[in-house]
């Protein structure tokens, strides 16, 4: 995970100094800078590795944008739901949800529930997981939810998004699980 500065600090601690001692390449080839560092208030010394263009952004203070992630646990739950799942601070950007449910989750065509992650201001829906026939989530594995939509994605600062649970026939239990979020700042 790349070491975030931001106003002089790496979360929280005051840098006394950064010194850039090398580019190497790594993962393909890209470029990264190696730099050390030591922190004023309590010690704090090591190596980084940072993403040029990040640092650059940083740099030039801009924000600073990598995926960021969000876990919410659920219990298990019949019926129909709507809950919040996530709050922007800053302007954000949903660009991805998943699912880990703890039992499998198998489709039907006559009884399904379809999952919703919805921007709450505009009512606009960001990605779907509906449970039909053929769409199933195994227990314990990471399934994605589908492409998400990108205008309805971006969240402004103070708004929500929220988690929406409906059923079709006589619907579905969703079993205990998570919901994960990727989110950028934009």
């Not at 190696?34 to 190596?47: A, K, P």
Request: glycine content about 10%.
């Amino acid at each position: 995970m790349p070491i975030t500065w931001i106003n002089g600090e790496l979360n929280g601690v005051n840098i006394e100094w950064l010194h850039i001692e090398e580019i190497c390449e790594v993962n393909d080839d890209k470029e990264l800078l190696h730099v050390t560092v030591s922190g004023i208030t309590d010690g704090l010394n090591g190596n980084g590795y940072f993403d040029v263009f990040q640092l650059l952004k940083n740099l030039t203070n801009e924000k600073i944008t990598g995926s960021e992630k969000v876990f919410l646990l659920l219990n298990q739950t019949s019926g129909e739901f709507t809950k919040a799942v996530f709050g922007a601070i800053e302007d954000a950007q949903i660009v991805a949800a998943h699912i880990v449910p703890v039992s499998t989750i198998t489709g039907d065509d006559t009884n399904y529930m379809k999952l919703r992650i919805v921007n709450a201001d505009t009512g606009l829906d960001i990605c779907t997981k509906t449970f039909v026939t053929g769409i199933d989530a195994n227990s314990q594995e990471v399934t994605a939810f589908g492409p998400t939509d990108d205008t309805a994605g971006e969240i402004e600062a103070g708004k929500g998004v929220i988690l929406i649970k409906d059923d079709y026939g006589g619907g579905m239990t969703l079993p205990q699980c998570a919901i994960i979020l990727e989110w950028d700042l934009r």
